[in-house]
């Protein structure tokens, strides 16, 4: 049973107290808010305080959105989970397997190379030597950064996290929608789900209440944006932004199967594959388990100046959202948040 707001306002000002957290840490237990609060600045020239209403982005915390979206176009029948890359996207990739499908897309066991590879490279910020960040506005753009390089392993062998292969899943939407990828996802998913404050935004228009992402320089010690740092706009791998409210509006209607059809909610949540001994991967999503239940589904994504955990705990009812504008912070949080269940 989780304790009470006051052990829990307790763990997450001690963390504060020691981290400098930035953010907002919303929980809810059915359908009771048992604490929310919001910490640091959106903007620190401005001096303008974060607040539960401050839109933060998410980075790859928003592949979930990626992975039902393709769920949607497999229930109306416009592709399937085994259809080849080949077959639903007319974009040649000279040294891909033809074999991949969009299941080995959607669970990082295609194999396909990525153009930011989390195993070898630290700092994002590196990518943007050779292609300038601001170039990257649509999907297409992404495309030379891994088009033309070779497999990694063969499809279908291992999990190996990839965020060039959602890229490529967010230009199937593309093909098959006739609509742009951000365009599918606010008509499919935002509006109807009523996340009115969320959006794939663009970092030189950023609508009001907005988080401005902080990098802490490691020679000065002083703060910088992230302006520089990450794509110019989000988009099918990662890099949309949520408020943390909104957030709790999304996992309420995913799990009252509002946004996908009973079945293929099930289908998302499935462990898919295995990553390690207690964490297994649906499609875009994260799943733990404990003593062979499922603790939480799960999401997290981290950019320079950016990081985010969200998760849903079947079996106690108990949604968390921590959304930061800083690159660390959430992780720490859910850890000892969950300690506390």
Known sequence: MIKTKDQIE??????HRNIDFSGVVLIKKDDDIIYENSFGYANRSECINNTLQTRFGIASGCKLFTAISICQLVERGVITFHTKLKDCLHIKFPNFNEDI???QLLTHSSGIPDYFDESIMDNFEDLWKKTPMYLLKSLKDFLPLF???NMMFTPGSK??????GFIILGLIIEQQTGLEFTEYIERNIFVPVGMNDSGYFSLDN????????????????????NAYSIPIKGGSDGGAYITAPDMVKFWEALFNNEILSCEYTKLLLTPHIL???????GYGIWIEKRQENIFKYHVMGYDPGVSFRSAVYPELGITLVIPSNKGAGPE???????GAF
Request: charged fraction near 20%; charge should be positive.
């Open 147 to 149: 088009q033309n390089s």
């Open 275 to 281: 990553v390690n001994n207690s964490q297994s991967y």
């Open 101 to 103: 499908t969009v299941h």
């Open 159 to 164: 999990f190996y996290y990839n965020n060039a």
């Open 332 to 338: 720490k949080l859910m850890v000892e948040i969950e």
């Open 206 to 225: 950023l609508p009001k209440h907005t988080a401005l992402g902080y990098i802490k320089d490691v020679n000065s010690q002083k703060w910088r944006t």
């Open 10 to 15: 307790k763990i997450v000002k001690e963390i």
